[in-house]
């Protein structure tokens, strides 16, 4: 007992007040036993009255915080007391009427359900279970409309038949009865109950039992009503005794340990809207088959009417909500978080060249960027990436500023050819050095690599051909590279590519690569990533970046798949039983024609489809919805689905929404921007996924800081050159089966 009592007085209820609310607890059982003598229970009563009204007082003014939640509580429950007392004070031949009495105890009831209803909006917000509370509201409102419409009698005789006295107590146990349900639902939440938690849930259950002994009486059919009335009172004032200390307990903190998924509100959500929907024209079809009185079409109507208002209320919240998360989502996407500026994905979204010429992109790479961290320490390194972000902002004639990658940066400038020279000096001489550091001046040595067109070109590929001279400058040790197409081997003339594709296709043979992905639990080799390669005998091996979208225009690209699924098929004894990821563009997908060829090869080959993963990529053109009918198509022939390039597209979220996947691909870009200091994104993208029961493979790991990375962050997979690069379909045999078998450095 004395361990309780230091408990509840940790907690913060004083001990004189744990003693008086214990003194009203045993009048409360006390009283039962002494119904035959009415002069002395309404005096206990009454005495009890005080004590319960000023304990309430004193337990709401004890808080530092006099929160408007808990003032609502106090007052509801006082006045609920005072209502009580006054319902005494009637027995001792006071003037006050039953009427006033029971008006001013539904007062109190009001206010304690606008309690519970502030405690339900805190919930969600601290849970960030958006509309929680408008669900419970639909579905409280949903299922008594449809009891009233089933019940052939309870219509009728709740507004006919009961007097005013008697519709009062009704309502009364509909509020009661009602928040109750809320403490069962934030339970289904939190797998938990606390203190204050049992004490609220006690709480209302007394105030329903006595409502219930009030009904009871307002039928004066009981053999003993004294009893009755008795008891009533007890529970009321043993409910009071429990709101002082609840009032004194209650921390409006909301510090559960846990909290279920939030697909439970979803859950919630959707039976409720659903319900609501079905309720009116669910409950007139049932009392249509029952013998039930007229019902005015009138009350029908506006049920209907308001059930429908929340609905579309609840819609317009979900439809809101969704797109607030979404360009949030998009802005953490795309912005780097140490500098505040767009990363590269921000500079892909954020510039639009519209009919603007004469663009010039460099790309900055701050040389040996390491040794500042090593010298002045990380947080010195940071400030000066910030301070020339800042810096690079202020350029004239700057159009956008992107911080890529932990020492890289795009900027996009408005410049015409001939001034590009002079632009490179001044950002050369001005951005040099520094003088932030406590007064210390830092070298900061610059490589810039800068594409330029007069015309209007597509952002990515001046990024690429700024990132291509850059390379070009570091390997020569030049501090600046201006992209040529004349210049480099990277880039082949389109017709000439147009014949080497369709050369392939005459050929029906490509040199196919594979990739191995691995389970990062338990290092085992997981499946193989087919990767398509074109050969030519004058340029060499060429990489899909060089020919895929030249392949779609031609449209050679459908053929070109089909070929790579005849190489598995003739290399089949050197894959073994390895699962192979397919790459599929979406627009194979939309069309059923091709779709049906596609499964009808595997058919021909006598492939076992549930030995491959269709691995789906962005499209922007291509709704998620239009992929649903292949999707689901694919999975019944038995081939599993993976969402690749997870993070590069618009639709990369609206497709792990509707679409039915079995793993998801982050791409490779997310990573390197949670390299920066960003993790949110790669954190976010992986929990996110994992909520939804889908495997996560991370793409491009190169490093083993990225490994470590990753297995923090709790991915299912890996795949990347720390393990292996692509290979031919011959060296297949020299991949380790398991990759704590590889020496990574």
């Known amino acids: 007992m004395n361990a309780l009592i230091q408990h509840i007085e940790k907690k913060g209820m004083p001990v004189i007040w744990q003693f008086v609310s214990a003194c009203l607890m045993l009048n409360s059982f006390i009283l039962p036993f002494l119904y035959r003598n009415q002069d002395v229970v309404y005096s206990l009563l009454q005495i009890a009255a005080p004590p319960f009204i000023v304990g309430l007082y004193v337990a709401y003014n004890a808080h530092k915080e006099k929160s408007i939640p808990r003032l609502v509580l106090v007052g509801g429950v006082a006045i609920v007391g005072i209502g009580a007392s006054l319902h005494n004070l009637i027995y001792f031949k006071f003037p006050v009427s039953t009427h006033f009495v029971l008006v001013f105890e539904e007062v109190g009831m009001i206010l304690i359900a606008i309690f519970a209803y502030i405690h339900m909006l805190m919930f969600e917000k601290k849970f960030n279970i958006k509309g929680l509370a408008i669900d419970f509201s639909l579905l409280v409102i949903s299922g008594l409309f449809v009891f009233l419409l089933v019940s052939p009698n309870a219509f009728h005789t709740l507004f006919y038949l009961f007097d005013f006295d008697q519709q009062l107590l009704v309502f009364n146990l509909i509020i009661g009865c009602t928040i109750l349900c809320m403490s069962v639902i934030h339970y289904l939440f939190t797998k938990s109950i606390g203190l204050t938690d049992g004490i609220r849930t006690l709480l209302t259950m007394l105030l329903i039992i006595h409502f219930s002994f009030e009904m009871w009486l307002s039928f004066e059919q009981d053999n003993n009503p004294i009893l009755i009335n008795t008891l009533s009172r007890s529970t009321l004032y043993l409910a009071g005794a429990l709101s002082i200390a609840f009032v004194f307990l209650e921390k409006m903190s909301l510090d559960y340990s846990s909290i279920a998924p939030t697909r439970l509100g979803n859950l919630f959500m959707w039976v409720s809207s659903i319900f609501a929907i079905m309720a009116i024209p669910l409950g007139l079809v049932i009392r249509s088959t029952l013998d039930a009185p007229y019902l005015d079409l009138f009350i029908v109507g506006m049920t209907s009417i308001l059930l429908s208002s929340i609905v579309i209320w609840r819609i317009i919240i979900i439809i809101k909500n969704s797109n607030q998360q979404k360009k949030r989502l998009n802005s953490l996407m795309q912005t780097s978080s140490l500098t505040g500026l767009p990363n590269y994905q921000g500079y892909l979204e954020q510039l639009t060249f519209s009919e603007l010429k004469n663009i010039l992109v460099i790309h900055i790479n701050v040389e040996d960027f390491k040794s500042i961290n090593d010298l002045y320490g990380r947080n010195a390194g940071d400030e000066v990436l910030k301070s020339l972000g800042q810096r690079l902002k202020q350029l004239p004639k700057s159009l956008l500023v992107a911080h890529i990658h932990s020492d890289q940066f795009l900027v996009t400038f408005h410049c015409k050819k001939p001034d590009i020279k002079e632009l490179i000096e001044t950002i050369q001489k001005d951005l040099g050095i520094w003088d932030t550091l406590h007064g210390k001046w830092i070298a900061v040595p610059l490589t810039i690599g800068a594409s330029h067109s007069d015309e209007i070109l597509n952002p990515e590929k001046l990024a690429k051909q700024a990132e291509l001279a850059l390379k070009k400058a570091r390997k020569e040790h030049s501090s600046f590279a201006l ?110 024609k091709l779709l049906k060829n596609f499964i009808q090869l595997f058919e021909d080959e006598k492939l076992d489809p549930k030995r491959f993963c269709i691995e789906i990529t962005e499209d922007e053109e291509i709704s998620a919805h239009e992929l649903i009918p292949a999707i689901k198509t694919l999975r019944e022939q038995g081939f599993s689905i993976a969402m690749d390039d997870f993070g590069t597209g618009y639709s990369s979220l609206d497709r792990l929404s509707v679409l039915e996947v079995d793993t998801v691909k982050i791409d490779r870009s997310i990573l390197l921007t949670a390299e920066t200091g960003n993790t949110t994104i790669l954190e976010w993208a992986i929990s996110l996924t994992k909520r939804l029961g889908v495997s996560v493979v991370v793409e491009g790991v190169e490093t083993l800081e990225q490994l470590s990375l990753i297995k923090l962050l709790g991915a299912d997979s890996v795949q990347g050159f720390l393990y292996s690069k692509p290979v031919p379909a011959f060296q297949i045999k020299d991949i380790a089966l398991n990759s704590n078998d590889i020496e990574v450095s």
Do not use: W
């Open 483 to 592: 992209y040529s197409e004349e210049k480099t081997n990277h880039q082949i003339p389109r017709h000439e590519l147009r014949q080497i594709l369709q050369q392939s296709v005459d050929d029906d043979y490509l040199p196919v690569h594979f990739q191995p992905i691995y389970d990062l639990k338990d290092g085992t080799l997981k499946s193989l990533e087919l990767l398509i390669r074109v050969d030519s005998k004058e340029h060499g091996l060429l990489l899909p970046r060089q020919f895929l979208e030249q392949a779609k225009s031609y449209a050679l690209l459908t053929s070109l798949t089909q070929i790579c699924i005849k190489m598995i098929a003739k290399h089949s004894h050197e894959l073994g039983d390895i699962t192979i990821n397919v790459n599929l563009p979406p627009y194979m997908l939309k069309s059923a």
